[in-house]
T-cell receptor, first 115, second 115 residues
Framework: AQSVAQPEDQVNVAEGNPLTVKCTYS??????LFWYVQYPNRGLQFLLK??????LVKGSYGFEAEFNKSQTSFHLKKPSALVSDSALYFC?????????????FGKGTMLLVSP | EPEVTQTPSHQVTQMGQEVILRCVPI?????FYWYRQILGQKVEFLVS????????KSEIFDDQFSVERPDGSNFTLKIRSTKLEDSAMYFC?????????????FGAGSRLTVL
């Protein structure tokens, strides 16, 4: 079975400070990992993904994520937060070796960036 | 930018009533999905659809649920006899056949409230 844990319901950060949104995953095989963002009254929007290769993945809006196989983590990061980054962030995983092709999402982490 | 559109944005219904949620996926996409999110909980996979048939479904997707692609553009989710616990945000998503890494495009969601 594949699963995702986002241990924080909410992350608060001041504008201009670095931010981290945590995600850990569990798969029996090799993972595809994703981050999606949801703004109010909008659908989930793709931010970035890790498939293979470089452990540091860069995505939209200046976000990046680091794949750490030993810690089974895929934390989302940004060097300098903007108020407009305030949204709900979802981590997702697909187990490549399971034969199960759909994504499993975490429960989401609300990011609040204060001015 | 192409979008996945969902209607209605919000539906209120009485327990036991039938509900149909509608989705228009991106026109050249081949794979279609329904996910749901109960308030405060994780985004859960319901069903995937490809080549006019269900390709995968979760334990949530029981006999009360069905999906259909009636006319080549719409993709519907029907709940035959709604229960209180069906109250959730329902997300439709689609992807093309070229993206091997499951980058899904989501709609804004349909909020279902069962009274």
């Amino acid at each position: 079975a594949q699963s995702v844990a986002q241990p924080e319901d909410q992350v608060n950060v001041a504008e201009g400070n670095p931010l981290t949104v945590k995600c850990t995953y569990s798969v029996s095989g090799n993972p595809y990992l994703f981050w999606y963002v949801q703004y109010p009254n909008r659908g989930l929007q793709f931010l970035l993904k890790y498939i293979t290769g470089d452990n540091l993945v860069k995505g939209s809006y200046g976000f990046e994520a680091e794949f750490n196989k030993s810690q089974t983590s895929f934390h989302l990061k940004k060097p300098s937060a903007l108020v407009s980054d305030s949204a709900l962030y979802f981590c997702a995983v697909r187990d490549l070796d399971s034969g199960y092709s759909t994504l499993t999402f975490g429960k989401g982490t609300m990011l609040l960036v204060s001015p | 930018e192409p979008e996945v559109t969902q209607t209605p944005s919000h539906q209120v219904t009485q327990m036991g009533q039938e509900v149909i949620l509608r989705c228009v996926p991106i026109s050249n996409h081949l794979y279609f999905y329904w996910y749901r999110q109960i308030l405060g909980q994780k985004v859960e996979f319901l069903v995937s659809f490809y080549n006019n048939e269900i390709s995968e479904k979760s334990e949530i997707f029981d006999d009360q649920f069905s999906v259909e692609r009636p006319d080549g553009s719409n993709f519907t989710l029907k709940i035959r006899s709604t229960k209180l616990e069906d109250s959730a945000m329902y997300f439709c998503a689609s992807r093309d056949g070229l993206s091997g890494a499951n980058v899904l495009t989501f709609g804004a969601g349909s909020r279902l409230t069962v009274l």
